[in-house]
């Protein structure tokens, strides 16, 4: 009987042991099992009936193991994913949910990624690709064949190629003009501001002074290269219609 009872005992240990093992498993191992594992093993050794009694020994070893205390973090997507959208009265903001990139952005990859997040929302290779703060790309649209300033999209990225921003414009818009004026009128009524030297001109969709409605105006470039040798050069807006200057900041 001593020697049965010594087996179970030893038994029972190895269990116990194999218990306190899995309960010790590392966070990473216990994430790989199922949320609540119990393993019991339980080990009962009889004696031979006697008229006076019955000896029974039972050992119990008992290990749950436990899901890890946090779960990890879903993965961002690989591909950039629109995931959200936000209107205002002239754009729409998205919401692009996209895995950085353990190397950074240079010239070429900059506008590769750039092309690929604005093909979500139809767009080709963006006209313009730079980096300030941040890159940016902007893509050039035209509405009733004139171009919107200073953008018609625009997306900037961190330097891991995670989108801090995508913006569309959308309008509204005054109506063109019955009668737009041609680009020597407005160059004329510049000058009669007191602009000494005009360059480029254009017409554009302009929401002058970050009005919520875009207008259609002539952009008249006024270079002004200061005593220090900084470009100091402004641009002159002027109604299309009127020819009246509605941003003349920078006309001295």
Known sequence: MRHRIASTLAVA??????????SAASPSERAVASPSVSLTA????????????????????TATIQ????????ELPIAPVIIGTQSTANEVDYEVSVRPSATQLYD???KAWATRIGALIGLGAPDMVYLSDW???TWDGSLDGYPVDPYDVVLQLYPDGSVYSLRRFTGPTEPVPTHVIDEAAARQSVRASGAKTLGSARLAWVNVGNQTIYRLVWELNEPNIGPDGEDWSCIAYLDAGTAVIVDNACIS
């Open 67 to 74: 899901p890890s205390p946090t779960a990890a973090p879903t």
């Open 108 to 110: 070429v990859t900059a």
């Open 42 to 61: 339980t080990l009962r050794a009889t004696t031979v009936p006697r008229p006076s009694a019955t000896a029974t020994i039972q050992a119990t070893a």
């Open 13 to 22: 240990t190895v269990l116990m042991a194999a218990g306190c093992s899995a």
């Open 135 to 137: 890159w940016t790309a």
